[in-house]
């Protein structure tokens, strides 16, 4: 299978402190990979990272085979990457269709009326198309997550970043989240999805990375890695499963 998007060595320091440190990691097309690790290990900053908020102080990444270390974040969305934000953060004063417009519209670089179509099918992708025209500020957090997720598909992407997204939902909207994201799984998009909630991931994704003071500690079978014991020492238990 071929790599849609790697990163190669990357190091990046904030003042004395190394968050990010000497880090490689690879996404298959077709793929979602799971990535794990205690507050403060780099796990954002690697998604900043990648889709160019913050750039590597060394390292590179790759992109659908091409070296995007330095391109602009909204260059790498119009490639194909759109990620979510552990915190939404809607347009409150605008309704739900409003907000996916402006991640279609911008997001891709085309007209509105070119995104209409593609907003439409990404709050039916989200299971949000029924609140399309009610003002963001009143969604529930669930609602808000899946605003998060229809903005971010709305971008039309080949490579999808979820940041704990599943953070702070009840049990039954996880589970419902849950079954969202693995339909998307069926449409071929690739995802990196870091989270807390390691049952949720354990549900979607191949493959499963831990990572502290930004450096690997374990890599492959999400089990496996979950129930190493490098990763349990990490969590002091807190993950065991």
């Not at 403060?40 to 998604?47: D, E, Q, R, S, V």
């Given at each position: 299978?071929?790599?849609?998007?790697?990163?190669?060595?990357?190091?990046?320091?904030?003042?004395?402190?190394?968050?990010?440190?000497?880090?490689?990691?690879?996404?298959?097309?077709?793929?979602?990979?799971?990535?794990?690790?205690?507050?403060?290990?780099?796990?954002?900053?690697?998604?900043?990272?990648?889709?160019?908020?913050?750039?590597?102080?060394?390292?590179?990444?790759?992109?659908?085979?091409?070296?995007?270390?330095?391109?602009?974040?909204?260059q790498?969305?119009?490639?194909?990457?759109?990620?979510?934000?552990?915190?939404?953060?809607?347009?409150?004063?605008?309704?739900?269709?409003?907000?996916?417009?402006?991640?279609?519209?911008?997001?891709?670089?085309?007209?509105?009326?070119?995104?209409?179509?593609?907003?439409?099918?990404?709050?039916?992708?989200?299971?949000?198309?029924?609140?399309?025209n009610?003002?963001?500020?009143?969604?529930?957090?669930?609602?808000?997550?899946?605003?998060?997720l229809?903005?971010?598909?709305a971008?039309?992407?080949?490579?999808?970043?979820?940041?704990?997204?599943?953070?702070?939902?009840?049990?039954?909207?996880?589970?419902?989240?849950?079954?969202?994201?693995?339909?998307?799984?069926?449409?071929?998009?690739?995802?990196?999805?870091?989270?807390?909630?390691?049952?949720?991931?354990?549900?979607?994704?191949?493959?499963?990375?831990?990572?502290?003071?930004?450096?690997?500690?374990?890599?492959?079978?999400?089990?496996?890695?979950?129930?190493?014991?490098?990763?349990?020492?990490?969590y002091?238990?807190?993950?065991?499963?």
């Amino acid at each position: 299978m071929t790599v849609i998007l790697s990163a190669e060595h990357l190091t990046k320091s904030y003042g004395g402190v190394r968050v990010v440190d000497d880090l490689s990691v690879s996404l298959l097309e077709g793929e979602a990979l799971g990535v794990v690790g205690p507050n403060g290990a780099g796990k954002t900053t690697l998604i900043n990272l990648f889709t160019g908020i913050v750039h590597t102080d060394e390292g590179k990444v790759v992109f659908a085979g091409q070296d995007v270390s330095r391109r602009t974040p909204d260059q790498r969305c119009h490639a194909g990457m759109a990620r979510t934000y552990q915190i939404p953060k809607p347009f409150e004063g605008m309704t739900v269709f409003e907000n996916v417009l402006v991640g279609g519209t911008y997001g891709r670089g085309q007209s509105e009326k070119a995104s209409h179509e593609i907003c439409v099918r990404a709050l039916h992708r989200a299971s949000l198309l029924p609140q399309a025209n009610v003002l963001a500020e009143s969604l529930s957090l669930l609602e808000r997550k899946r605003l998060e997720l229809a903005r971010a598909l709305a971008t039309e992407p080949k490579v999808l970043l979820l940041d704990e997204i599943a953070g702070g939902l009840t049990e039954q909207e996880v589970l419902s989240l849950v079954e969202t994201i693995k339909q998307l799984r069926t449409e071929g998009i690739s995802i990196i999805w870091i989270e807390h909630i390691v049952h949720a991931l354990l549900a979607v994704v191949d493959r499963l990375m831990a990572i502290d003071f930004g450096r690997l500690i374990a890599e492959g079978d999400p089990k496996t890695v979950i129930n190493s014991p490098q990763v349990r020492d990490v969590y002091m238990g807190s993950l065991m499963v």
